[in-house]
């Protein structure tokens, strides 16, 4: 019975890292063209906090005639809170490396890649993607304590998406699934698993005259039975969360963005409200 309670509560890290909202994730760009990033953001579910410091490097590349992109995160973050569940008190003290993520990105339709001087003549249409991103469980992890900032299992989200121009909008959606591998040291020696989480979400996007931009988004997620030792202890989810984009350059090298999202309505009870600001600066491509 412990457990059971503890399951329902254990997966605020993984909820903010596997259900973040994704504006523009299909869009084209120049070949060559660098971003790094560093940003800092934090996820609250009841008495408890998620401090992520995070740092992002990606490439644009050809694939197949078509522009892509390979992406790097590597977070750090602390966990802090203290409560109860029922009859069990559990408090939170955990600090260190995350699980860093991978992803490759590659656009199929009406993204072609294109040098800088030629990206200059290039107006969207209608852009189809595709992505594949995996988490390394590189993050610290304790194999006694119920909340970790690492989840000790690896998370595979394929995902495929559209982008449509209208004038200065953009309008997007897009399909993911998340397949989760086993935690085999969940609470001493028990194993966990996890049913795919099964997500959509669509994004309606502004551009300013400057190429600022600013976004409403919205996403929902379903499925994620949890298991220990082969004995569900949760149901499927059920999950909508709203959110917002700002990015504003700063000059053509350097923009900020700002992001927050929050849970309307969870059958399990896992919402959480996020918030974000992050620095990007950009080089390469004769930039």
């Given amino acids: 019975m412990r457990i059971f309670w503890l399951c329902l509560l254990g997966f605020i890290c993984q909820q903010a890292s596997a259900q973040e909202i994704e504006a523009r994730a299909y869009s084209n760009a120049?070949?060559?063209?660098?971003?790094?990033?560093?940003g800092i953001a934090q996820a609250k579910s009841g008495s408890y906090t998620l401090t992520t410091e995070a740092t992002s490097l990606t490439r644009i590349i050809n694939v197949f005639g078509q522009s892509g992109r390979i992406?790097?995160?590597?977070?750090?973050?602390?966990?802090?809170?203290?409560?109860?569940?029922?009859?069990?008190?559990?408090?939170?003290?955990?600090?260190?490396?995350?699980?860093?993520?991978?992803?490759?990105?590659?656009?199929?339709?009406?993204?072609?890649?294109?040098?800088?001087?030629?990206?200059?003549?290039?107006?969207?249409?209608?852009?189809?993607?595709?992505?594949?991103?995996?988490?390394?469980?590189?993050?610290?992890?304790?194999?006694?304590?119920?909340l970790n900032v690492g989840a000790n299992r690896s998370l595979i989200q394929p995902a495929i998406g559209v982008s449509q121009a209208i004038g200065s909008w953009r309008l997007e959606l897009a399909g993911m699934a998340t397949i989760y591998t086993n935690n085999t040291s969940f609470l001493g020696s028990n194993t966990l698993s996890q049913n795919p989480v099964y997500s959509s979400e669509a994004h309606g996007i502004y551009y300013f005259e400057n190429t600022a931009y600013i976004s409403a988004d919205a996403t929902y997620f379903m499925g994620g039975q949890k298991y220990v030792n082969g004995t569900a202890i949760s149901g499927s989810q059920e999950n909508w969360r709203f959110g917002s984009t700002f990015s504003y350059p700063i000059n053509k090298r350097n923009s900020i963005r700002l992001t927050g999202s929050k849970g309307v309505y969870s059958n399990t009870n896992t919402d959480y409200t996020a918030l974000g600001i992050s620095w990007q600066y950009r080089w390469g491509g004769g930039v």
Avoid: H
């Fill in 71 to 146: 992406s790097l995160l590597l977070p750090y973050a602390q966990l802090s809170g203290a409560g109860s569940l029922g009859p069990q008190n559990i408090n939170a003290s955990a600090e260190g490396l995350s699980d860093p993520i991978v992803k490759i990105s590659a656009n199929l339709y009406g993204a072609p890649a294109l040098s800088l001087e030629e990206f200059n003549n290039y107006k969207q249409d209608l852009i189809i993607g595709t992505s594949l991103a995996a988490s390394i469980p590189w993050g610290k992890y304790n194999s006694e304590q119920m």
């Fill in 30 to 38: 120049p070949i060559g063209i660098n971003f790094i990033s560093g």
